[in-house]
């Protein structure tokens, strides 16, 4: 297929280099430097989509960011597909495959255009809200249909084969946008020696300057852009982004870019390349240079494909070589409608008129036109458009001064194409983003950037200056007020000349009107996209939809994924003219991030999978995977759950490894409690202070079990400390509470208690901790030491630094399984070596390697708590019956002591922990069921409480359970009942909690 | 009141939709009102319209300093599911889940609450503890609740990755089929509307500049554009504002405000049926009927009237849900904003009377607060038009947290919504 | 994403190094035991939360470990100052 819309010569396109692309299923061809939609204009490609509601054939409109419709699927294979890519901003590669997303059976013959011809009356804005409701039943059946035109294109269901880099950056001047302003501002910036990022979303340097015929000293404009990117490419300090969107700016100068390296080459990235990179930039100060808009017209019909903007055609026809028509009309208000027409005709083909609705303009562009002979016609308007799949004529009448009301008779012109300009929006999107309002301005009629608390710079047509000297001049002011800012001496730059352009005076108009009203006339379309008319926006405010946010919510303006930026600013004149008010009083227009959207993965980077939160290993860790482990995620730690042997089932390895504990030895790796190692003068002070029991008197070698509490009383977190020295002790906490408990000794230490000399430092990753605990636990230990173990010389609940295995060990004579246990901690990369000596040793006596669950089984037996989750937030030490945990003899009153002792804390009938034993004993009671004392009272029931731990208990050959009952303390004996989803009921004696060896004897032996 | 009907629709078309009535009414103020309620979001629409509806009070005035439902109402991820953890917010929200059900009726606008469910994932055995208790319990409170295992999940969501080689592979989930979503807008513009049709009177773009009291009773209010209004009974309803309000009336609340971030993808073809949320990696994801994913981010840790928030909690939740379901990873952002929550300590709203008499506070709900919208305002004009808390309501007064009578939700509220 | 100056580290570092830990300058009764429920339930929960200048506490988590005090606007963002445990700020609201 030939590209009939091609220029022979011209444009920034590589004809030496053709490319073929696919779409809808048919080849075409395109050049090196194209656009995906400049590639489509070329090839005559007219209808890209269907809109949203009413399925109306749409075309290209625009050239950039701003495009509403030209949005494609992309991807040749299923794991490459890319919804919702907006051709005009898609460099066109060899091979890329893409496709409409909407439309059946396709794009260009779409059945439910008849429906939205048909049933568009009745889908006005908000007609949902309005109806569907009757019979209420069938809601579920409505949705469904509704859901069913959801969404543009469609999520690849294969998981991504690339990569996605995140990078940090910092700069003194971060320039957004490489149009004449940033390019001048990166020069001043540069040459003065700040370290300075340019970015820019397109693929190349130059932004306006690259579709321009306008010349700069005299020589095409190109050249000083190829000269200004040389130099900044030479200085060390300067980091040039093309390809590269600014897509967010946050607090105090946080700037986020989206780079997409390897879009333009291929649907999949390279090999050993990222798809795209997030920078994430610090920057002293901030130049915004985007740059503007053109807005166009609102006039029936204006969604028929073959209407575009104006600066868009000069784009297609300067920049790619591509005229997107053979006839054309241009419906402007100002003299840069104009330029559209100049290209047109320069470019060859047929500019059939040019509708001023100035009545008597006078620009040089307007001379320009006259000279080539084009028909322009004077104080009136484009006001409807013939055609469906294309336009093929415009109705033009003249209209009244004040832009209200069509005066005069209609005439019909024959073209393909209509050219729109109703003057420019500043792209002000990222000044917003950190809160600014921004600002009407009524001479350049649009808004520009309000004050902001950021170090930001604006230059250029954010500003509303359209002018190229103007732009020039001011991108070179914010380059050099920035580099004065971070304290750099000013560097001499020079700019070329433009020449300038004599303009006639514009007129603001947004709306034209039609031979009927509004809500009469034809479709006025203000968002493409989300197929919002005038007439819709004038019903929303009839209906009292009257703030401006307001009426973009109920019509949907601005809400699709070109965020309205082409249609924002015509709404709120739609919406001012509808309620006799001001633009700025129908409100402002803010915007969020991102400017154009950025791709989930980019966001997400490298941390997912694998890297999406770091795990944690013991020393141990080899180990218990040869040995078959299964694990258990314990905060960020993988834990050994359990150590299956073959041919076991869960409970029978639970059952083996409890049983291997209480009748000989096992070993559990605790090396993930937290280990925090205190010192100081004032540390066995401090540690009174935090915890609920005593310290005052634990001697050098003891070792202590306490419970901290917050200032409720409600406990957090608990664990037992040692007391290493008078001035030194080492306090354990939960695996998952470590570094919770750190930042609440500091918090304590630094803001109540500075005067207490105390020092903290994490120590967890330091130490392997091997726990043997069984019966056998000491003639093991005996094994691989001298020291003498008697339990007269090494009593429960002493600790010794002694030598096991040839290795230096602070071993502690503590116990969470009830038996005689020896908690072995050594330097942690002994710890594989120790580990393994002990089963050496361990042969003998069956040590067994046991998890997480045996460990919770077997303390469950002895009604030790776990906190997190035998606690909630909501319990305090007398709650779970610990009350000789808690000291009232302490002369200071430490945390959590005044808040246990709140009205609510002390009342009557607190739920309490209790032990559980179920009537029928080998029916375990399901954690987490609750009790009521009333089974057969109907829904709702009244809860008493619940289990926290449950178990099969191999060991006493019956189940175990601990919870929670309303007074349960005072409930011994007494029955409860946990009905369960199944329907079942399980009854249960509340009991003491503590199962085996109530008096602690083994323990102790 | 005008009906809204399909009817409707047609007969209206005939007329070029231009014979439609407004939706609610623009009036100018009156001097005194039986009850006016500062704050014209859903919770405020919704306390005037059952004032109005179920309490025959219809000298009533609706406060907004912007527009109707222009705060959290407008910045939700439109989540409702009532599965909490203790009775009495358990009773609170599944009062509300039952107003939900046939609210678009009610008000005669349908306000597209869709019933698809909602599943809060567990990652961990202790998560799996918290589900099944909490589980149990909804069900003894005759709330809907399922606890399924990854089968049965990704029977629901074929999309998400409910394999174990992640690095924390779902290990069940709990099911509501009840929840789901709601239009958020439509709920504010809802309640407008049939307050509005019962005489209340909706007074926009009307800052409250101070509270009027004397001897420890309001009288009324004072406003920038109205000068003082006087009111029998005010009802303060202004998350995201509720602490500058009760300094005005000078006292303190339990709260902190900060900023909650959302985001939304581009639209896509639907690919998700229901609400999937997980508190242990941070994010929860819905598909609305326009096909945008609608994503729930975390809470920054500051305090911050802003609403925006800070980037890292984006990239979090959007790691979250890229690992939840990695073949969104391709699929792009399309835009991201921040509402401002009234935390409180203990994750519970405050529904309460305060040191000044004839003085209500309805605030403090975290991020809970769009799901509860019909209930919050049902009690809470219960309350206004009594002068006595509704039964419902009184667990949540401020004073608990004096006396210690907390009703510690993190566990069910956690981060996600 | 803010930048906060650590003043014990004397350095600018990124957010995500640090914590913040709530309203700053609220000082632990000296005598709990002499509190009502009503004094203690304010120490414990009741806060300030202002729209505009705030005094709050932030800890350098991932650095330094070291508590201090920031005086910021919560509508605008901006850190007005940082200012060491101890220290008075000189930025107050009117």
């Known amino acids: ?1005 | 009141m005008q009906r809204y009907s399909g009817f409707g629709l047609l007969k209206h078309s005939l007329t070029h939709h231009e014979n439609w009535q407004r939706t609610w009414r623009n009036p100018t103020p009156k001097k005194e009102y039986d009850v006016v309620i500062i704050g014209g979001g859903g919770h405020g629409l919704a306390t005037a319209y059952y004032l109005a509806k179920e309490h025959g009070i219809t000298n009533v005035a609706v406060i907004e300093k912007g527009y109707l439902g222009g705060g959290n109402t407008a910045r939700n991820t439109t989540i409702v599911r009532s599965n909490y953890l203790w009775d009495e917010s358990a009773h609170l929200y599944e009062h509300a889940m039952k107003l939900w059900e046939g609210l678009s009726q009610d008000l005669n606008y349908n306000v597209m609450f869709s019933q698809r469910g909602v599943l809060n994932l567990g990652h961990t055995l202790q998560d799996m503890r918290d589900i099944e208790r909490r589980v149990n319990a909804n069900r003894l409170n005759g709330i809907d609740g399922e606890v399924l295992d990854p089968q049965q999940i990704k029977e629901i969501v074929p999309h998400m990755d409910c394999s174990d080689n992640t690095r924390y592979p779902i290990l069940g989930a709990s099911w509501q089929p009840r929840g789901g979503v709601a239009r958020h807008d439509a709920v504010a513009w809802g309640f407008a509307r049939g307050a509005d049709s019962f005489g209340v009177d909706l007074i926009q773009e009307t800052e409250v500049t101070d509270l009027i009291i004397e001897d420890g009773t309001i009288t009324g209010v004072k406003t920038n554009r109205y000068g003082d209004i006087k009111a029998g009974r005010v009802g303060c309803v202004v998350a995201g504002n509720s602490s500058v309000l009760a300094k005005k009336a000078g006292f303190e609340l339990p709260l902190e405000s900060h900023p909650l971030q959302a985001l939304v993808s581009e639209p896509i073809k639907p690919i998700l049926d229901t609400v999937v949320m997980s508190n242990h990696v941070h994010g929860y994801v819905s598909q609305s009927d326009k096909g945008d994913l609608v994503i729930g981010a975390g809470i920054d840790g500051y305090t911050g009237y802003g609403q925006r928030g800070s980037y890292p909690t984006i990239e979090h939740t959007v790691q979250a849900i890229v690992e939840l379901f990695p073949v969104f990873s391709r699929v792009r952002m399309n835009r991201q904003w921040g509402g401002i929550v009234d935390t409180c300590p203990d994750a519970c709203p405050i529904i309460s009377k305060t040191p000044v008499k004839n003085l209500f506070f309805n605030c403090g709900w975290g991020t809970g607060g769009f799901k509860a919208t019909p209930g919050a305002g049902n009690v809470f004009a219960a309350s206004l038009a009594t002068g006595e808390m509704h039964p419902l309501a009184e667990p949540f007064s401020m004073f608990r947290f004096h006396d210690g009578a907390l009703i510690d939700e993190h566990g069910a509220a956690g981060v996600a919504h | 994403m803010f930048h906060i100056y650590c003043p014990h580290c004397a350095e600018y570092r990124e957010e995500e190094e640090f914590h913040a830990a709530g309203q700053a300058h609220i000082a632990r009764p000296l005598d709990p035991e002499a509190c009502s429920d009503k004094e203690w339930g304010e120490y414990m929960f009741f806060r300030k939360n202002p729209r505009g200048i705030h005094h709050e506490l932030w800890v350098h988590a991932a650095g330094c470990r070291k508590f201090f005090n920031i005086t910021r606007d919560t509508q605008s963002y901006e850190i007005k100052e940082v200012y060491k445990i101890g220290e008075k700020p000189s930025v107050v609201a009117e």
């Open chain 1, 1 to 1005: 297929m030939t590209q009939q819309n091609r220029l022979q010569s011209g444009g920034r396109i590589d004809r030496s280099k053709p490319l073929t692309f696919t779409y809808n299923g048919k080849q075409y061809k395109g050049f090196q430097g194209d656009t995906l939609a400049s590639a489509m204009l070329a090839n005559g490609v007219n209808v890209v989509s269907r809109s949203f509601k009413y399925s109306r054939p749409r075309g290209i409109v625009a050239a950039g960011a701003e495009e509403p419709n030209a949005i494609l699927q992309l991807g040749a294979t299923e794991a490459t597909q890319v919804p919702n890519v907006r051709a005009t901003q898609q460099e066109l590669f060899n091979g890329l495959v893409s496709q409409s997303t909407n439309g059946w059976p396709n794009v260009d013959t779409d059945v439910m255009s008849v429906l939205g011809k048909v049933g568009g009356k009745m889908m006005p804005p908000g007609f949902y809200y309005k109806t569907f409701m009757f019979p209420e039943s069938l809601w579920n059946t409505y949705e469904s249909l509704i859901r069913k035109a959801a969404g543009m294109g469609r999520s690849p269901l294969e998981n991504d084969p690339d990569s996605y880099d995140h990078i940090n950056q910092h700069c003194d001047v971060m320039i957004v946008g490489a149009g004449p302003a940033g390019l001048a501002a990166a020069l001043a910036a540069a040459r003065s020696g700040a370290r300075v990022i340019l970015a820019d979303e397109q693929s190349e340097f130059g932004g306006s300057l690259l579709s321009t015929t306008e010349k700069l000293d005299g020589k095409p404009a190109s050249e000083w852009v190829s000269a200004v990117t040389e130099e900044l490419r030479s200085y060390e300090d300067v980091m040039l982004l093309p390809r590269s969107t600014v897509n967010g700016y946050h607090d105090h100068n946080f700037v986020t870019i989206h780079e997409r390296c390897t879009d333009h080459l291929s649907d999949i990235a390279p090999v050993n390349q990222a798809r795209q990179r997030l920078h994430k930039v610090r920057a002293k100060w901030v130049v915004l240079a985007t740059g503007a808009h053109e807005r166009p017209l609102v006039y029936s019909n204006n969604d028929v494909p073959g209407c575009m903007v104006s600066g868009a055609v000069s784009t297609y026809i300067n920049r790619y070589g591509v005229v997107p028509g053979n006839e054309l009309v241009v419906t402007t208000t100002n003299d840069y409608g104009y330029q559209s027409a100049l290209d047109w005709h320069d470019a060859g083909r047929k500019v059939v008129a040019v509708v001023d609705t100035r009545a008597n303009p006078a620009g040089e562009r307007v001379d320009a036109a006259r000279q080539r002979g084009i028909n322009v016609i004077t104080g009136s308007a484009v006001i409807d458009v013939q055609g469906s799949k294309r336009v093929s004529g415009v109705s033009v009448a003249p209209i009244s001064a004040d832009g209200n009301k069509v005066s005069g008779s209609v005439t019909k012109l024959n073209t393909d194409t209509v050219a729109t300009s109703g003057g420019w929006s500043p792209v002000i999107h990222l000044s917003s983003h950190t809160g600014s309002r921004p600002i009407w301005n009524d001479e350049i009629v649009g808004f520009v950037p309000g004050p902001t608390v950021q170090k930001q710079l604006t230059a250029g047509g954010i500003n509303g200056s359209y002018n190229t000297n103007s732009v020039l001049s001011e991108g070179l002011e914010a380059g050099l007020k920035a580099v004065a800012e971070v304290g750099l001496n000013a560097a001499e730059v020079v700019l070329p000349k433009a020449e300038d352009v004599k303009e006639g005076a514009s007129m603001t108009l947004f709306h034209i009107p039609h031979l009927k009203p509004t809500s009469q006339a034809p479709k006025q379309f203000v968002d493409y996209q989300t197929d919002v008319t005038a007439a819709g926006i004038e019903l929303a405010c009839r209906e009292g939809f009257e703030s401006i946010e307001h009426v973009k919510r109920y019509t949907a303006m601005g809400f699709g994924t070109d965020q309205g930026k082409l249609g924002n600013i015509n709404g709120m004149a739609v919406a001012a003219k509808a309620l006799n008010k001001t633009i700025p009083e129908t409100g402002t227009t803010i915007f969020r991030p991102n400017y154009t959207p950025i791709t989930f993965g980019a966001i997400a980077g490298r941390n997912c999978g694998e890297l999406f939160d770091p795990k944690r290993y013991s020393a141990m860790q080899m180990w218990h995977v040869e040995r078959g482990a299964k694990f258990e995620d314990v905060g960020q730690w993988k834990r050994p759950w359990y150590f299956p042997q073959a041919g076991e089932n869960m409970q029978q390895s639970l059952d083996r490894e409890c049983l291997a504990v209480r009748d000989s030895v096992g070993i559990l790796d605790a090396s993930t409690l937290g280990k925090i190692d205190i010192q100081g003068r004032d540390a066995r002070e401090f540690l009174g202070r935090i915890y609920s029991n005593a310290w005052a008197k634990l001697a050098v070698g003891k070792c202590r079990y306490g419970l901290m509490c917050g200032e409720d009383g409600m406990v957090f977190d608990d664990g037992v400390s040692a007391c290493l020295g008078d001035n030194h002790f080492l306090m354990t906490t939960t695996t998952g509470g470590a570094a919770r408990v750190l930042e609440w000794l500091e918090l304590y230490h630094q803001t109540e208690w500075p005067e207490l000399e105390v020092y903290f430092n994490t120590v967890t990753d330091h130490w392997s901790t091997l726990t043997i605990s069984g019966p056998n636990s000491r003639k093991l230990l005996a094994e691989l030491t001298d020291y003498d173990l008697s339990n007269d010389n090494f009593s429960f609940m002493d600790w010794k630094q002694i030598k096991v295995a040839g290795v230096p060990a602070r071993v502690f004579r503590i116990s969470f399984t009830g038996e005689l246990t020896f908690e072995i901690n050594v330097q942690a990369n002994y710890g594989t070596h120790v580990w393994e000596k002990l089963f050496e040793a361990g042969a003998k006596y069956n040590l067994t390697p046991y998890g997480t669950e045996t460990m919770h089984i077997l303390r469950a037996e002895k009604g030790f708590i776990i906190a997190g989750q035998d606690t909630d937030g909501s319990v305090h030490p007398f709650d779970l019956g610990m009350g000789w945990c808690v000291s009232n003899k302490k002369p200071f009153s430490y945390v959590g002591k005044r808040g246990m002792n709140r009205q609510d804390c002390v009342r009557d009938n607190r739920k309490q922990m209790v032990g559980l034993k179920t009537k029928d004993p080998k029916v375990v009671i399901p954690e987490g069921a609750q009790a009521v004392l009333d089974p057969n009272e109907p829904i709702p029931m009244k809860m008493v409480g619940h289990v926290t731990s449950s178990y099969w208990s191999a060991n006493l050959g019956h189940s175990i359970a601990m919870g929670f009952v309303k007074g349960g303390l005072d409930k011994m004996g007494e029955t409860v009942y946990y009905p369960l989803v199944d329907g079942t009921v399980i009854e249960a004696e509340i009991c003491s909690p503590i199962f085996l060896d109530p008096k602690g004897e083994r323990q102790n032996v």
